[in-house]
């Protein structure tokens, strides 16, 4: 993409050019309902995340040989 094509995106971030003040008002809550669903999904992942990670088992693992061998030790 050369520096001076238009973002072929920018469609979706730029309000209609012929917005009323009431539609721009209502689209501007819709957003930032989005916004708010949006972020509380984030939130709930990153606790399931975290409560997940705190859930995990820790394994220790014995190997046992000959006391000269040096393999008698955990992990």
Avoid at 12 to 32: C, D, I, L, S, V
Avoid at 35 to 44: A, L, T
């Amino acid at each position: 993409m050369e520096a001076n094509e238009p973002d072929p995106f920018a469609i979706f971030h730029t309000p209609p050019p012929n917005e009323t003040a009431e539609e721009r008002a209502a689209r501007m809550e819709k957003e930032a309902e989005e916004k708010r669903v949006s972020d509380q999904i984030d939130e709930q992942l990153k606790e399931e995340h975290v409560a997940l990670m705190r859930k995990k088992r820790i394994v220790r693992v014995l190997i046992l040989g000959q006391s000269e061998s040096g393999e008698c030790s955990t992990f």
